[in-house]
Each structure stands twice: as C-alpha cells, then as structure tokens.
C-alpha cells in the first residue's frame, strides 16, 4: 500500500486552513493542522510530517520562532505561506531554515508545485546514502569526481569559485538560496561586499551555461532574496 505523504498545515485562518486542507486531500495528501505554533511545535516532534506548511503570523508565537525551534528536529521541508512580502522577511525566513516562501494570495498549482519539489528532494536525500558522482538537469552535467561542468555535451571552464558555487547550488537544487547563505558556504563568513562579487559570479556562470543568460532556464534570480537552481 502506498504512504501518503503527511503535511501539517500550521494556519490561524480558518477558511484559508480549510482551503489548503482540501486542496491537498484530492491530491491524496494526508493533513493535519493547527492555527498555533507552540502546538506545531509538538506535532512535528510527535508526527513526524514530511511537509510543513507555515503562515508566520500566528496568534501565539512567530512563525519565525516555529522555524527556530524545529528546524534542527525535522528533515521535512518548510514551505513558509504568509502575507508578508517584504524581502527581508522572506530573507529571515529562508536564512532561518525555511526552505520555500510563497506569498499571499496564492495558487494552488503553485503550492502542489513547490510541494512535488520538497518531496523530491527529501526522497533524493534518502535514496543518496552514498555520496552521488554527478550530477545532470536538462543539459547541464557535473562530474563531482572530476570537477568538470558539460554544457549540451560540452565541457566548459569555470573558475575554482565558480565551480563551488554551481556544486552548492546542484546539491540545493530546487530551493531559493540566500546571499547571506551562499556567502557564508563558500567564503566561510559572511560580509555584505560579498554580495556585489556574488553577483558577478553568477553572471558569469550564466553566460558559460545559458543560451540566453538574459532569460535563464538553470540559474533563477529571487529578487532581493538570493539565487534558486531550477528543478525540472
């Protein structure tokens, strides 16, 4: 029999958790949910739920403070769905350990979306016991062994940063990746003049790997946020 995947809905609106509640469950999701996060708090240490749908603004602690206390205690993915939209709230999110953010109102296509991505990633993370030695998304190839990046069957140069920063970023594939997390991954601290040279980084990884670096198909920039390597 097949398991269906367990998602928690942590949402204070009731016509909103019902909404997703449903929307979910004709997908053959399995749900259960809670408006609080102290209660969300214990339902993933005792329910062990495979996604976790967030709002952050909750009527008894931050979703922000929920982020903080489970993401050590949890491999499910965090898919923040709130009605803040400024950057530096989806930045504290994402740095926190979320690892998507939709904004309010929203669609459900979206939503089942980003959800079909966490799960993929989380049956990757499990399939992946030993460490994998390439990697391949559309025609992008990385031999991890070798260090050499193809593009459309044909090997490219990169830099040593650069390379680092497409490895990071194929091992997060999927997912939005702050500055201050790229940052820190690849130069060991963090320092905002960094973000400037991270900029020109990605632009140059973009005219080795993109037909059209203008509109890219790999390397996706969330503005004001950071950087996601697409998912197919």
Known sequence: MEIKPLVL?????KPICKFIKVSLETQNYKCIETESGSHAVSLVCSMNPD???LDLGLPDIDGIEVIEKIRDKT???IIVVSARDRDRDKVEALDKGADDYLTKPFSVPELLARIRVGLRNINKHADNCEEISNFKLKEL?????KHKVYIRGESIHLTPIEYKLLELMSKYRG?????????KEIWGSYCENETQSLRVFMASIRRKIEIDPAQPEYIITEV?????????
């Open 75 to 77: 491999n499910a993915k």
């Open 224 to 232: 004001g946020v950071g950087y996601r390597l697409v998912d197919e």
């Open 9 to 13: 809905i942590v949402e204070d609106d």
């Open 175 to 183: 997912r939005v990746l702050t500055h201050r997390f790229i940052i």
């Open 141 to 145: 190839e990385i031999d991890f062994e």
């Open 51 to 53: 996604i976790i749908i």
